[in-house]
């Protein structure tokens, strides 16, 4: 994603600590307090503008979603779009680097994490970086709660076989694969900015639920 730099963005996220949650490291272990409820938490690790994770928040009241994002120009849009649909109450942003999860959440708070559109990387030597790989793997397993999920969407066809055979090689039950998601429109999906870019030039779209398992002792 190229991001602009928006100047205004720092003082925009300080005015709205109702939305873009300010020293999360401090929420850690305590997410069911900022919420004030037990209603389970959802993650989505790559936020971008905000449309996937509101639109979940919106559909899903009984459920708590954060979404996660590491530039400040483009979580201001995340933020505005919360807004426009009224800031529910059930999402909250926060301005982190996905790959330290542990710093913000404890083992069982997270109960599913969403990875949409995720940056392929596809050069082998960069492999490390995808958010499939087997060190990112290990890092959702250890705040998810057991038999956590990971839901994904991709148009990248490289990605997802990639993914597919990561989480395979992980241990990880997968308990739905779609090479073309739109083909079959689950009456409950929530398409992505870059989602509805790829689909309306016909691009198929790749989905895949993913389980992991309890290691037996």
């Excluded at 994603?1 to 925009?12: G, L, N, S, T």
């Excluded at 849009?77 to 710093?103: C, T």
């Excluded at 050069?123 to 790989?133: C, E, F, N, Q, V």
Aim: charge should be negative; hydrophobic fraction near 35%.
């Amino acid at each position: 994603m190229r991001v602009r730099h928006k100047p205004w963005a720092a003082d925009f996220i300080k005015a709205h600590p109702e939305i873009i949650i300010p020293d999360p490291e401090k929420c850690k272990g305590n997410w069911k307090e900022l919420f004030e409820n037990n209603n389970p938490l959802h993650i989505e690790v790559g936020s971008g503008k905000g449309q996937f994770i509101t639109g979940m928040a919106l559909q899903n009241p009984e459920i708590n979603y954060l979404g996660i994002e590491l530039f400040d120009s483009v979580i201001v849009k995340a933020a505005e779009k919360v807004m426009e649909a009224g800031s529910p109450k059930n999402v909250r942003l926060l301005l982190v680097n996905g790959a330290e999860l542990e710093k913000y959440f404890e083992k069982n708070e997270v109960s599913r994490i969403y990875l949409n559109f995720s940056d392929p990387w596809p050069k082998t030597r960069h492999a490390k970086r995808r958010l499939t790989h087997e060190n990112f793997l290990k890092l959702y397993e250890a705040v998810l709660v057991d038999n956590g999920e990971i839901h994904f969407k991709t148009d990248n066809r490289g990605l997802f076989e990639y993914s597919l055979v990561s989480m395979s090689h992980y241990g990880m039950k997968l308990n739905y694969v779609s090479l073309d998601l739109h083909a079959e429109m689950p009456e409950d999906n929530i398409m992505t900015e870059y989602e509805e870019k790829f689909s309306s030039k016909g691009q198929p779209i790749y989905r895949l639920e993913a389980q992991f398992q309890t290691k037996q002792s």
